[in-house]
């Protein structure tokens, strides 16, 4: 069964750090692009890092870069957000999600090209 499951949000004041989780299911991790994504209430969904597992292929939104690290762990099927310096404005929902399917690669992907979703998990950061 396909599916993605986030953890590791909360509540952090600013200049604090988070690492979230991402477990997906072996079936969509292997050889995928996974990418976070966040929304804030009365906001888009935005993209924030998205990796193609089993390589060293990363991008990250202009927002976040410096700041936040996506990881990999093939060996558990998860991937990673390390998020450090954290802003008011990264308060969001954040969201996992793997590419709708392999070898699809992971240059200039938007939400459409992503069919596996987790529920979310939120992060608050209080200035």
């Known amino acids: 069964q396909a599916q993605v499951v986030e953890s590791g949000g909360g509540s952090v004041q600013a200049g604090g750090s988070l690492r979230l989780s991402c477990a997906a299911s072996?079936?969509?991790?292997?050889?995928?692009?996974m990418a976070w994504f966040r929304q804030a209430p009365g906001k888009e969904r935005e993209w924030v890092a998205r990796?193609?597992?089993?390589?060293?292929?990363?991008y990250y939104a202009t927002s976040v870069k410096g700041r936040f690290t996506i990881s990999q762990d093939n060996a558990k099927n998860t991937v990673y957000l390390q998020m450090n310096s954290l802003k008011p404005e990264d308060t969001a929902m954040y969201y996992c999600?793997?590419?709708?399917?392999?070898?699809?690669?992971?240059?200039?992907?938007?939400?459409?090209?992503?069919?596996?979703w987790g529920q979310g998990t939120q992060v608050t950061v209080s200035s």
């Open positions: 990796l193609y597992t089993g390589s060293d292929v990363e």
């Open positions: 072996a079936y969509i991790y292997s050889s995928r692009c």
């Open positions: 999600a793997a590419a709708r399917s392999p070898g699809l690669g992971c240059y200039n992907r938007v939400v459409g090209d992503f069919t596996y």
